[in-house]
Structure formats: structure tokens, C-alpha cells
């Protein structure tokens, strides 16, 4: 604007400025030149210094509404700030301008952040305002937070200055000084307002004259000049449209040249990428067919191999696992270099190798298959007068072969369909072999039984137990060195197993090792190798598994108890070979087979149990009873120091609660037809002998009978004791049991007036309860309780204990309806009673 310091500022140019180099598309409502707070302090409150030119601009487009901070410097307006109107959170204006802190035209805006300025005057600010609120009524979902009311800040009336500085806001200075001239001239000479009109009417006219004349003067000469630069504007124009032609063709040229320089540039990127790939590809081929090649001796021990053992068969393993790595380069590079013709050519070369060799080791190994069984079957014939020849029997065999297994790891990786031949070719003539074997080894440890085992009776709940449990130290290291003895069945099987076991693990390790399903020598695959021999075993052995059922049978029809004394051999031998799964397996197998004949044993005791019968004056113990626990405790001892988890406790626990429950259940379901006196006799004393025994063992199978057998003891003698009682007192109990039903339905005072129960009546009974007959009774009940109880279980102190505590409770219950009914007492008192019933109780 190029404004000099104090110089007067138009608001109305500088809204135009404005709006014209800042704000095209927006429209500018209102400009207000401020001056702002300095960051210097003076004292405890902010000093305001007025810089020059600035402005607080409102500008609107749509339902935007922005506040802009301008400085103007340079001839230049720029935006120092921009706020959002609904960011406006407070307009703050001091109540009373007389005593604001920053002066007296103050007013601040509260943003994010608060700023405070100050307007050339109150009326000035107070308009600026007034605007700001109306756009915010107008334009804001919410309106900011004031000091004062801002419609009523709105109506205050302009003072003079501000008057006098709207209307300076419609013309320039210089007629604004000579409109005060003109006043001042006027004003001071002329009175009368009509004089003072007609002056300034004609003034007016001849100003309007002058300019009239003037504006004419400048259109003719605009007009002119206008008509010149028309003329060069055209002239100009002809030579832009000559330019703009040569800059065209000259654009198209460049275009050409440019395309051609491309095209040129993309064929030698082309042709210099093709090199480097060649040069590439030429070095990788060449670094492939390094690695497939293979040493000079290598070839020759591939096409002549010697297979024997020593020097040659070292060189031919050499040479498999040169070949081996060969082929393994090959299937590591990448899909394209596979596909090379020079590479192909190269493969098909060892692959005439590898299928030459692969032929010569299958021809090799199955003679020495076939010369290894003929061999073996000799020394079996040499042999077998001594039973434990079958204890690592194919020993030297598998030394024989073993040397062979990297070249059986090498012929699973190259020749899938020789190395099945071989596995199978080696699993049916051992398998043959070992079915010969197996039936004389089975043959020869039968004749170790002691004769007079033969064809015992089955041990069972009719007839005593007898045979102890046989230990057997378990020695697979030294089990060839054991002299075969006469032994029990049990201990037969015992020796069996001793002598298998060793010969079934050595041959399970050497077909791990032997035909191992591995990717290397170093990383078996133990899952799928471990599947693969299983089958070979199972087909080998199959006769052993056969062979020792037989011996566990013979056992079992011995005594069955043996079937117990097998299990915990079993259990020795399991911690002995925990380290072979194909050995555990088969030792579970045989604890199958073991606990199905015990099982089935057990089955045939519960069916004896339940077609017991109870004659109908049978009391005592009953001999059932006392077979079970027997047994219970028989098979206990046979399992002593045996883990609860092992196979033989688990039996036998299982089998004791099995025993119990039945015998359990058949005497709660004790035959009806049994007197009611022997019946009750009988159950509470076997109750009782249930409940003491059951107390001793330690098995969970049995726990739940210990609480069950204690409440039917004492339930079933609480019941006999009421039987006794009712039996022998029936002279005292009758009457005044009867007493006790009539007081259900008639009062105390009523009951003397029944026939059955008058006083003459009470008095009859009264005489009978006398000492003598009370002594007399008990005297009866004590001969039936020696007579009929068992002596050995000391039964009658508790009987009769219990007896004289229900009688005597029963009796002062007695004496209690005497006094009620009868206004009486009872001739025997019910202290007279206890102490007879306690010198009793010693005889």
C-alpha cells in the first residue's frame, strides 16, 4: 500500500487488498486492525506495544467460517494464523474498560490456545464482535462462552470519533480536507443556513464542471492510446503464432529423437543383460558339472565292486556315499539347471552307475542271506542237545552282517524296489528258521516241569490253598549261562521268557540298524523304521507268541494262582527291557493273555459263591466267608512289594473287589428260608468278620465294603438283640407295648377304663416283673447265646452289652407310663434292673 507509519489505514482498501491477493474463493466479512501482546515484561502484567499493520480477518465460504491473524509488510499481506470458528471456545471482554489490565479497548479469543489483542476503539471491537457472534448463532453447533452480553454489546451507541471515522471510510483525504476548508470558511462568515446552501450548490456545480471537462479530455486520449496498443497487440500476435509453429515442429523433432535414443539404449540394455545371464548361466553349469563328478576310483569300485568284507567293502561304502552326495547336489539345484541337456547327460551316466551297482549288492547279499540260514540251521542241529542254545542264537549272523548296513542305507535311498526284495528275502527264511526253532525250544523247556505238577486239580474256593509264591531273579545278560533245572510251570514260563527275550531284542536292534528307513546315516527316521521292523518281527516270530500262551496255560491249569506269580515275572522283565518298545509290546501282549485266564478264573469263583446254600440252623462263620478272605489274603502275599501300578497289583486288586462284592451282596440276599433267629446270627457275625477283614486290606477296590459291613453288622445285632428281647420278655413287653398303641388314640386318664389294661390287669403284670423272672431269663438268653454264637469271634460281651442297654431303656420307658397312666410305681425299679443285668453280664 506503501503506507508510511502514522499514516490513516482504510479498513475498506484494505478489505479489498485483502480479499483479492489472500482469499479468492472465500468472502471476506470483516477486517479489524489490532495490535498485539509482546512476549516482554514489565512488571508483574504484559506491556502492549503497538506494531503497525496487522489485522483480524472474517472469512466465509459455505457454512465455513474462519479467523485469520494478517500482517502486512512489503506491500504484502500474509496469514500469520487461522482458527476455525467452531474452535472458538470463549470471547472474552473486560466488564469495565476504565479498569482492564491489558487497556481499555482489550478483548481476547479463546482457542486451543488464548489470544489477546486490542482494537483502535471499544465501538470498533464491540462491531467486530458483534459480527462474530452472529456467525456463530448462525453457522457454530454450539456457541463459545462470554464475559458479557453479547447482543447487548452489539447495541451500544458509536461515539463521535467513530462517527467521524465511518464517514472518513467514504472519501480520500484530500477531499476530506477540503471539505473542512470549505466549513471553516463558510461556517465562519455566514449565518444563515440558506446562504450557507447556496454556496455550496454552486461550488458543487462548478466542480462537477471541471471534472466533466477533464473525464472527457482523458477518454479522447485513452481512446488513442488504446488504438495503438490494439495495433501492436496484433502485430505480436502474428509473430506468437509464427513461434508457437516452429516450437511444434521443433517439440515433434525432439520427440523422435528422443523415441529412437530409447529404442537404441533398450537394445543394449537387452544385448548386455543377454551377456551377463550367459556368462551367468555358463558359470553355473559349469560349478554343477563339478559337482557331479565323481573320482576315477570311485567309477571303478561302482562297475567292479568287491563285496567281501575288509579293504573292498570300505572302498564300495566310499564310494555309495560319494554317489549318495552327488545325488543330492543334483536335488538341491534349482529346476532349470536340472533341466540342462549337459546335466542330464551327466545324471543318466550315474544313474547306469548307481542301477549296476544296486544289481551286484542285491545278487551279493541274497546268497549271503541263503549261505547265513543253512549255516545256522547246522549249528542248531549241533547244538540243541542244551536248551539254552536259543539264547543268541543268530548272534554270528547278524555280526556277519552288519558291516553291510551303510550299503542297505544307500540301496533304500537309490533302489526303493531291491531293498524291499532284500527285507522280504530275509524275512521269510529267518522266519522259517525260527519257526523250527521256536517249536524245539518250546519242546525242551516243557520237559523242565516237575512231574508231580502234572494235571493238578484247579485250585479253587472248595479246596485249600497251599502253593507259595516261587521268586525268579530275572538275568537276561547271563541268561545263556543258566543250567536248566526241574521247576514249577510258573517258573518254567519264567525261564522261557529269560532265554526269549534276549535273542527278540538282539534281532530287533539289528533290523533297526540292518534295514533302517533313514535319510542318512546320521538322522534315522525312528517312526517309520520302527513300523517297518515290527512287521518283519511279527512275521518271524510269529510261533513264539504261540509257543508261550502254552506254557501260560499250563501254569494256569496247574493253579491258578500262577497266573499272579506270571504277572509279576512279567513286571521284572518290563523294567529289565523298558528301553525296547517291540519288547514291552510283547510282554503287554502276554499280560493280556495272563489276566484273561485269571479273569475267567475269578468268574467261575463268583458263580460258586452265588449257588452257595446256607442250611436252614447254620450259624457261625459260614466257610465261604472264610475261603474268600483266605483267598483275598493269599493273592496278597503273592504281590508283595509290587507297585500299584503295576500289571499284578492292578489284577489282583481288581480280582479282591470282585470276590468281596459278590460274597458281599450273597450274604445281604441270604437265603429266606432260614429260620429268623439263625438268619440274623449269622449275618451279624459275618458282618463283623467282613468288617475286621476287609479293615486289613489295602486294596481301594475293597474300601467301599469297610463302612457298608460295619453298618450291617451293627444294624443286623441290633435287630437280633430286639429278637431276644421280645423272645425271652415277651410276659413284660406285650402289656405294655400295647400301652403305648392305646395312648396313640385315647388320653392318660382314659387308659385305666380299658378291660385289657385296668388297674387289676397292671397289678397282675406287676407281680410278674420281679427279679427272679428277670433272672431266669437272662439266665435263658446267656445259654442260647453260648450255644449258637461262635466262640472264636468273641461276640457274646458285645451282645449282651447291648442287650442290657436297649432292655433297661426300654424298661425306664416303662416305669414313665406306670406314673402317667396309673398315678403308680412299677414293683422292680429300673436301678434294680441295671445292676442285675451288669452282675450278669460276667456270667
Known amino acids: 500500500m506503501g503506507k508510511k507509519e502514522d499514516e490513516y489505514i482504510d479498513p475498506l482498501q484494505v478489505r479489498t487488498e485483502v480479499a483479492s491477493q489472500l482469499f479468492h474463493d472465500e468472502d471476506v466479512r470483516a477486517v479489524l486492525s489490532i495490535s498485539t501482546a509482546q512476549t516482554k515484561r514489565r512488571g508483574p502484567q504484559k506491556k502492549f506495544k503497538v506494531p503497525k499493520k496487522q489485522f483480524l480477518c472474517v472469512t466465509t465460504q459455505g457454512q465455513r467460517v474462519r479467523i485469520q491473524r494478517i500482517k502486512y509488510a512489503h506491500d504484502t499481506y500474509v496469514i500469520k494464523q487461522t482458527w476455525k470458528l467452531e474452535d472458538l471456545a470463549r470471547i472474552e ?188 548361466l555358463q558359470a553355473e553349469i559349469e560349478k554343477m558339472m563339478k559337482k557331479l563328478i565323481i573320482s576315477r576310483e570311485t567309477t571303478n569300485t561302482l562297475k567292479d565292486p568287491n563285496l567281501g568284507a575288509g579293504v573292498g567293502l570300505n572302498a564300495s561304502i566310499s564310494a555309495c556315499r560319494e554317489l549318495m552326495a552327488v545325488y543330492k547336489q543334483h536335488a538341491e539345484s534349482t529346476k532349470h539347471m536340472r533341466e540342462m541337456k549337459s546335466v542330464q547327460e551327466k545324471m543318466a551316466e550315474l544313474h547306469d552307475l548307481q542301477s549296476g551297482f544296486s544289481a551286484r549288492l542285491e545278487d551279493y547279499l541274497r546268497d549271503l542271506y541263503n549261505k547265513l540260514v543253512g549255516y545256522l540251521a547246522q549249528k542248531r542241529v549241533e547244538d540243541k542237545s ?97 543250567k536248566p533245572e526241574k521247576m514249577s510251570p510258573e517258573l518254567v514260563f519264567a525261564y522261557a521268557m529269560n532265554m526269549c527275550l534276549p535273542t527278540i531284542i538282539e534281532e530287533h536292534k539289528f533290523d533297526k540298524s540292518h534295514f533302517s528307513l533313514q535319510e542318512d546315516e546320521t538322522q534315522a527316521n525312528d517312526t517309520q523304521t520302527e513300523e517297518f521292523v515290527r512287521k518283519m518281527l511279527n512275521e518271524m516270530l510269529n510261533g513264539l507268541m504261540d509257543g508261550l500262551h502254552h506254557l501260560i496255560q499250563s501254569a494256569d491249569k496247574v493253579d491258578p494262582f500262577n497266573d499272579i506269580n506270571m504277572l509279576v515275572y512279567t513286571s521284572d522283565f518290563k523294567s529289565k527291557v ?74 489282583v486288586d481288581e480280582a479282591s473287589g470282585t470276590l468281596v462284592s459278590a460274597t458281599f451282596n450273597w450274604l445281604i440276599n441270604l437265603d429266606k428260608d432260614q429260620k429268623e433267629k439263625y438268619k440274623l446270627i449269622t449275618r451279624f457275625e459275618n458282618f463283623h468278620r467282613f468288617y475286621k477283614e476287609i479293615g486289613n486290606m489295602k486294596f481301594r477296590s475293597t474300601d467301599r465294603f469297610y463302612k457298608q459291613a460295619e453298618q450291617l453288622y451293627t444294624s443286623n445285632l441290633d435287630l437280633f438283640v430286639k429278637f431276644l428281647i421280645h423272645r425271652y420278655l415277651q410276659d413284660v413287653t406285650v402289656f405294655f407295648d400295647e400301652l403305648d398303641k392305646l395312648l396313640e388314640r385315647l388320653p392318660e386318664e382314659d387308659i385305666q377304663f380299658q378291660q385289657s389294661h385296668s388297674k387289676q390287669a397292671f397289678q397282675r403284670v406287676n407281680l410278674k416283673v420281679n427279679p427272679t423272672l428277670i433272672n431266669k431269663k437272662m439266665k435263658e438268653i446267656q445259654g442260647m447265646l453260648n450255644k449258637n454264637l461262635n466262640s472264636g469271634e468273641g461276640l457274646q460281651p458285645q451282645v449282651w452289652a447291648v442287650l442290657a442297654e436297649q432292655f433297661v431303656k426300654q424298661y425306664q420307658h416303662y416305669e414313665s407310663l406306670v406314673k402317667r397312666c396309673y398315678k403308680m410305681e412299677l414293683t422292680m425299679t429300673s436301678k434294680t434292673l441295671n445292676d442285675l443285668m451288669k452282675d450278669r453280664s460276667g456270667g
Not at 535311498?413 to 524291499?420: G, H, L, Q, T, V
Open 578 to 651: 523298558q528301553n525296547n518298545e517291540y519288547a514291552v509290546d510283547m510282554l503287554n501282549q502276554i499280560d493280556n493273555k495272563i489276566r484273561s485266564l485269571f479273569d475267567k478264573y475269578i468268574e467261575d469263583q463268583v458263580s460258586t459263591v452265588n449257588s452257595t446254600q446256607v442250611g436252614i440252623k447254620r450259624v457261625g462263620i459260614l466257610p465261604i466267608i472264610s475261603k474268600v478272605i483266605a483267598a483275598v489274603d493269599h493273592m496278597s502275599s503273592r504281590i508283595q512289594g509290587q507297585p500299584e501300578k503295576s500289571t499284578a497289583f492292578q489284577t
Open 93 to 280: 471482554v473486560p466488564e469495565n474498560p476504565a479498569s482492564a489490565t491489558n487497556g481499555e479497548n482489550s478483548f481476547g479469543l479463546f482457542f486451543e490456545k488464548p489470544f489477546y489483542c486490542n482494537a483502535p476503539s471499544i465501538a470498533l471491537r464491540n462491531e467486530f464482535l458483534t459480527l462474530l457472534w452472529n456467525l456463530c448463532k448462525e453457522k457454530s453447533t454450539r456457541l463459545p462462552q462470554t464475559t458479557v452480553d453479547m447482543d447487548q454489546l452489539g447495541a451500544e451507541p458509536l461515539s463521535k470519533d467513530d462517527i467521524s471515522g465511518q464517514f472518513r471510510d467514504l472519501m480520500s483525504n484530500a477531499e476530506e480536507t477540503e471539505l473542512e476548508d470549505l466549513l471553516k470558511s463558510c461556517v465562519m462568515g455566514v449565518r444563515d443556513i440558506d446562504i450557507l446552501s447556496n454556496d455550496l450548490t454552486d461550488r458543487l456545480s462548478t466542480l462537477e464542471e471541471k471534472l466533466q471537462t477533464q473525464n472527457i479530455y482523458s477518454i479522447i486520449d485513452a481512446e488513442m492510446a488504446t488504438y495503438e496498443v490494439q495495433q501492436r497487440i496484433e502485430e505480436a500476435s502474428v509473430q506468437l503464432d509464427a513461434i508457437d509453429t516452429w516450437l511444434s515442429e521443433y517439440h515433434t523433432s525432439l520427440t523422435s529423437i528422443k523415441s529412437y535414443i530409447e529404442q537404441i539404449e533398450s537394445r543394449n540394455n537387452r544385448m548386455e543383460i543377454t551377456t551377463q545371464n550367459q556368462r551367468k
Open 386 to 482: 542244551e536248551v539254552t542254545w536259543f539264547c543268541g542264537a543268530h548272534s554270528s549272523a547278524h555280526k556277519t552282517l552288519s558291516p553291510y548296513n551303510p550299503l542297505m542305507i544307500w540301496l533304500f535311498k537309490s533302489d526303493r524296489e531291491k531293498f524291499n526284495r532284500l527285507s522280504t528275502l530275509y524275512t521269510t527264511t529267518m522266519g522259517t528258521l525260527y519257526k523250527q526253532e521256536i517249536k524245539e525250544f518250546i519242546n525242551q523247556v516243557l520237559k523242565l516241569r516237575i512231574k508231580e505238577y502234572k494235571d493238578r486239580k484247579l485250585s479253587n474256593l472248595t479246596s485249600p490253598v497251599k502253593n507259595e509264591f516261587r521268586p525268579f531273579s530275572v538275568n537276561l545278560g547271563q541268561a545263556a549261562s543258566m
